[in-house]
């Protein structure tokens, strides 16, 4: 089947998307730019991933001029090319260097929403034909999907702009299949590199999709449907590969060194959303967290139930099919399929979070929304079966509406019960072009409503909170090089990094397990579940439960040069220096510094033995060919000068006697250390942090950067 070709009045509808996708969030730019938050007091990835992340990029850029590669500010440091969440090789998120970051975030949110759109739009037009109206509403129930909107809340702003490129990925893959051109394979691999260098979640969701749906082109000449796949796959995985390269191979070097290698069943299965949630597929729940939030908006409810009063066809049969495999997928073990994934597909075990393949049930239920309102266009629908499924869908709402003005119900029912009667009562109208605008027309006051609800506009002075008592007593008391921590989330990492403070806590996916181990072991937290927070605590209730109290090991926080702890009760370790009477900041002396020497050769035992893919030859290898172990009344070096780089740092060391070298960094796959001009090899040392060997005899220049494994 061909390609439709699109008119010049397509491009005015293209415009329409834009403008409504511009109006939609002009209330975070105007009249003074504001940060997007959450309608509710469950947090943000916002303060703890995105604003941390930019404005070390921002400051990097300012300094150096480059994009960094690591992360200094949390974690005791670490890797960003390396990360599967980096979003950095994307030219559009660089707007944050040049413009004040809520504006940049806005600007970004923007496009990438608009690019939903017209995918989403594009596929409908290009593929099936649809009438314009048609292809509009199904454009705004994905792009402006109140799931997506809930994304957006909850901070997860390279998840959506890898998930905006999803309509694109589609049309692509499918349009190759109708075309059979290599152009079409090529933009199939663009589109594929767009996810990866946002999100990798939604690539690997992307592939899932794809990699079920190429079976389905098989005709009976398999030869040349096995040509055409391999064409597709070939051209479409080099493209990516080229593009997203410097993204995707420091990740695969990495990942298999991070707790998320190490993430039991129950861990990557656990959060499905349960079938009772499946209610809140109707109505807008009450409880805003993100994954489990599942509104589709009335329209993605109401208009696919139309096809029920028409011959359903095959494409129709299609995608129903398809909505319901991505919503077994999403239920996690209650929908079987995802649990038999995870156990026999390899790359499965890496994947987290199962209800992420809801947002592609809502771009099924995008899909039917425009094929019924088209059918309906063209008088395809019988009126009487339209007729009963109008009344009876109306009635359940105005029903639950009922129920709700006098007893509360865990959803909201105003006014999206009484939008349902509204579209139903149209759609019995003659067809028309006209009545159709007023059925989009309600369906996006409906959809647009339900955005707004769900996000405030807060002000940068109130969202990075500098005039915090606490965060006002550690800019002032804390060294330039020391760290501080803060095991159960009392400060913002939005908030540390702003008041210019380095942390040994922090947020990330994927934590190397030694480090993970470390910082546990340093707060005394015997916690083996998967968390997505270092220690544990910052970022699961489970841990918590586990760990109320801490158990500090100083020697430990001293290596990590950490100076202060924030805790939520009095603490009999270290000296109380400051209280609010809801935080504690306990001061455990001088750290060793970022880097300092040792001639202690007693191998600490290590959290993560059962690793198979570390060795376990620990603190310094002492049996390592043409290695002299330092005598153990070697006189320590002495740091004569000291400066950073935009990927490291470099130091002007005395040192009279060999010694072992620490620097106060976590170890990590592609951190490399220069003696002058020779490369020297890198060691972990104390089971998590950077180390060499340094010869004595004088002063030598020591440099420590990071290069991402695999691009070199």
Not at 313 to 324: Q, T, Y
Request: glycine residues 6%; neutral net charge; proline residues 7%.
């Amino acid at each position: 089947m061909p390609l439709h070709r699109l008119t010049r009045h397509d491009g005015l509808v293209i415009a329409l998307l834009f403008a409504l996708t511009v109006v939609l969030f002009a209330r975070y730019l105007l009249p003074t730019p504001t940060y997007l938050m959450p309608d509710s007091d469950l947090g943000s990835d916002l303060t703890r991933e995105v604003y941390p992340l930019l404005h070390h990029v921002r400051a990097s850029a300012q300094t150096y001029g480059q994009i960094p590669l690591w992360r200094d500010y949390a974690l005791s440091g670490a890797p960003l090319f390396g990360s599967p969440i980096n979003p950095m090789m994307m030219p559009l998120h660089w707007l944050a260097v040049i413009l004040p970051i809520p504006v940049a975030l806005t600007l970004d949110l923007i496009v990438h929403v608009f690019i939903a759109a017209a995918g989403t739009y594009l596929c409908l037009r290009m593929l099936s034909g649809v009438r314009r109206e048609s292809a509009l509403v199904g454009a705004l129930i994905f792009a402006f999907a109140p799931r997506l909107m809930q994304h957006i809340a909850g901070g997860h702003w390279w998840l959506v702009s890898s998930l905006a490129w999803f309509p694109f990925v589609w049309l692509a893959f499918n349009a190759f299949w109708r075309a059979r051109t290599s152009r079409w394979a090529m933009l199939f691999g663009f589109t594929l590199a767009m996810q990866a260098l946002n999100d990798g979640k939604y690539l690997a969701i992307s592939l899932v999709c794809l990699g079920a749906c190429t079976p389905f082109y098989l005709t009976r000449d398999v030869r040349a449907w096995l040509v055409r796949s391999i064409q597709c796959w070939v051209i479409g995985l080099v493209v990516m590969f080229a593009i997203s390269a410097p993204v995707i191979l420091p990740v695969a070097a990495t990942l298999p060194d991070t707790h998320r290698a190490l993430m039991t069943a129950d861990d990557a299965l656990g959060t499905g959303f349960p079938l009772p949630l499946l209610i809140g597929a109707f109505l807008p729940s009450t409880l805003r967290f993100t994954e489990t939030f599942l509104y589709v908006g009335v329209g993605a409810v109401i208009l696919p139930l139309m096809l029920l009063a028409a011959r359903i066809n095959r494409r129709e049969r299609w995608w129903l099919l398809g909505a319901f495999g991505a919503l077994l997928l999403s239920l996690g073990t209650s929908g079987l399929i995802y649990p038999l994934l995870y156990r026999f597909v390899p790359g499965f075990n890496f994947l987290r979070a199962p209800e992420r393949f809801f947002p592609v049930v809502v771009f099924a239920l995008a899909m039917l929304s425009a094929f019924a309102l088209d059918r309906w266009l063209r008088g395809d629908i019988k009126l009487r079966a339209l007729r009963l499924i109008a009344f009876s869908i109306s009635l359940v709402y105005l029903l639950i509406f009922a129920v709700s003005v006098v007893v509360p119900l865990p959803f909201f029912a105003f006014p999206h019960a009484l939008i349902v009667p509204v579209i139903a009562a149209i759609l019995l109208m003659h067809p028309s072009r006209a009545a159709a605008l007023i059925v989009i027309g309600a369906v996006l006051f409906d959809l647009t409503y339900t955005a707004t609800s769900l996000a405030v506009r807060q002000d940068e002075s109130v969202f990075l909170a500098q005039d915090d008592p606490v965060i006002a007593f550690l800019r002032e008391n804390t060294g330039t090089d020391e760290r501080i921590l803060n095991p159960y989330s009392l400060l913002t990492d939005a908030q540390v990094i702003a008041a210019g403070l380095n942390a040994a806590d922090g947020y990330d996916v994927a934590q190397f397990v030694w480090y993970r181990a470390a910082i546990n072991d340093a707060i005394g937290c015997d916690f083996d579940g998967y968390s997505v927070g270092a220690p544990s605590t910052r970022a699961s209730a489970a841990a918590v439960a586990a760990c109320p109290h801490v158990d500090l090991d100083i020697n430990a926080l001293r290596r990590l040069n950490v100076r202060y702890v924030i805790l939520p009760e009095p603490h009999d370790q270290g000296d109380l220096v400051f209280s609010d009477a809801a935080r504690y900041v306990y001061d455990m002396g001088a750290g060793y510094g970022r880097i300092w020497a040792t001639v202690d050769w007693e191998v600490p035992s290590c959290a993560y033995e059962d690793h198979p893919n570390i060795d376990l030859v620990d603190g310094f290898p002492l049996g390592s060919p043409n290695v002299v172990a330092p005598a153990r009344n070697a006189t320590m070096p002495t740091v004569l000068e000291y400066g950073r780089t935009f990927n490291g740092e470099w130091f002007i060391i005395d040192a009279p006697d060999q010694v072992a070298l620490i620097r106060s960094e976590v170890f990590a796959p592609g951190v490399t250390a220069f003696i002058g001009d020779v490369q020297v090899p890198v060691f972990r040392a104390f089971c998590t942090l950077q180390a060499i060997w340094l010869p004595g005899g004088g002063q030598h220049r020591v440099e420590f950067t990071y290069v991402p494994p695999l691009s070199r």
